[in-house]
């Protein structure tokens, strides 16, 4: 399939947080190998004025989801810490919204749409269509995915810049079905000129 970017088009770079690398707090396997293939969708889509957005989780030291607070994963991405900053080896623009989510105590936002700003500014800007890759396939993208499609953005899934946790064996495989079956269009970089 060939996808050529348009200026209503948005990329959206999904929690790409130190925490979420290797050595991270809480690290996605082989998350690191997502950076590479992202700055290439960057430049894709500066070159042709597509909007860029890149989403982290921005918790609090008290948020639910962590063990210590009654959650299932270890504290990560502390609002300010430097796992919670966007790894410095993606080339983002600095044209690039910043969309903090999972900022509430009580509110775990595996979607980067939920209690956040990303509809608006999408809609601000006349977005049509939203490109969505990062980390993790089966939490944080599955979720944006599924959140931008039921706003009635056309989605594409980029799943070569995506890598999930798999906390059981075939979730991974089982949140990209549930994307494209809800909708969602599986494309890689090649796809996109
Ligand atoms: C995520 C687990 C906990 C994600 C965020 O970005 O996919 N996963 N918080
Ligand atoms: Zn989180």
């Given at each position: 399939?060939?996808?050529?970017?348009?200026?209503?088009?948005?990329l959206i770079?999904v929690?790409?947080?130190?925490?979420f690398?290797?050595?991270?707090?809480l690290?996605?396997?082989?998350?690191?190998?997502?950076?590479?293939?992202?700055?290439e969708?960057?430049?894709?889509?500066?070159?042709a004025?597509?909007?860029i957005?890149?989403t982290?989780d921005w918790h609090?030291?008290?948020?639910?989801?962590f063990?210590?607070?009654?959650g299932?994963?270890p504290?990560?991405?502390?609002?300010?810490?430097?796992?919670?900053?966007?790894?410095k080896?993606?080339k983002?623009?600095?044209?690039?919204?910043?969309?903090?989510?999972?900022?509430?105590?009580?509110?775990?936002?595996?979607?980067?749409?939920?209690?956040?700003v990303?509809?608006?500014?999408l809609r601000?800007r006349?977005?049509k269509?939203?490109?969505?890759?990062g980390?993790?396939t089966?939490?944080?993208v599955l979720?944006?995915?599924?959140?931008?499609i039921?706003?009635?953005?056309?989605?594409f899934?980029?799943?070569d810049a995506?890598?999930g946790?798999?906390?059981?064996?075939?979730?991974?495989?089982?949140a990209v079905e549930k994307?494209?079956s809800?909708g969602a269009?599986?494309?890689?970089l090649s796809d996109?000129?």
């Amino acid at each position: 399939m060939k996808v050529k970017i348009l200026p209503s088009d948005a990329l959206i770079i999904v929690d790409v947080q130190n925490d979420f690398l290797p050595g991270g707090a809480l690290p996605v396997p082989n998350g690191d190998e997502v950076i590479p293939v992202l700055n290439e969708y960057i430049k894709v889509f500066s070159k042709a004025s597509g909007a860029i957005f890149a989403t982290r989780d921005w918790h609090p030291e008290n948020h639910l989801s962590f063990k210590e607070n009654g959650g299932i994963w270890p504290k990560h991405c502390v609002a300010g810490t430097f796992g919670a900053q966007i790894s410095k080896d993606l080339k983002l623009p600095s044209e690039t919204f910043i969309i903090n989510k999972g900022t509430r105590p009580e509110l775990e936002c595996y979607s980067g749409f939920q209690d956040t700003v990303l509809e608006h500014l999408l809609r601000e800007r006349g977005i049509k269509r939203v490109f969505v890759g990062g980390l993790a396939t089966d939490y944080c993208v599955l979720n944006t995915v599924l959140g931008a499609i039921h706003l009635g953005f056309f989605t594409f899934f980029l799943e070569d810049a995506s890598r999930g946790v798999d906390v059981k064996p075939g979730d991974v495989e089982r949140a990209v079905e549930k994307m494209l079956s809800e909708g969602a269009v599986k494309i890689e970089l090649s796809d996109i000129y």
